[in-house]
């Protein structure tokens, strides 16, 4: 019985051990995550922005922004620790990009939507762009 104590402690401290050293990272690890994750974040913008024409659908579209809607979280908690202000504008101007798309109706032809979605995404990227030059990406 004393030897299954000392075993299950045994991993449980390993676990403990583990857990800490991947919740640790140095700040040149932070800078490398955060621009690993706006270069993913720049390409789903690309690929939104390559979706917009006058024959997509808007399952299609949105389809792409689930993409950049992931990519950006992802941007989002990298970045977290290393821009604050920068990642402020970011979150605004994905905000607004984010509530374009969902406002987008089902009936909507996709022409009538096309430039608004486009400058969204634009902005977007400025803002990335913005960010990533600031961690010197």
């Given at each position: ?5 000392t075993?299950?402690?045994g ?12 919740g ?48 950006y979280?992802t ?38 939507s096309v ?6 995404a ?16």
């Open positions: 019985m004393s030897k299954k104590k075993l299950i402690g991993l449980c401290s390993i676990a403990a051990v583990a857990t800490l050293l991947v640790c990272s140095s700040p040149e690890e932070n800078v490398t995550e955060a621009c690993d994750a706006s270069k993913a974040y720049a390409t789903s913008l690309e690929t939104f922005q390559s979706t917009l024409n006058k024959e997509s659908t808007i399952g299609e579209i949105r389809s792409a922004y689930d993409d950049v809607q992931s990519a979280k941007y989002a908690e990298a970045t977290a620790d290393v821009s604050k202000d920068r990642l402020e504008d970011l979150n605004s101007k994905q905000d607004s990009f984010d509530k374009a798309v969902k406002d987008l109706p089902e009936d909507a032809t996709v022409s009538q430039d608004s979605l486009k400058d969204d634009k902005a977007v990227e400025s803002a990335r762009a913005d960010l990533a030059s600031e961690l010197k990406c």
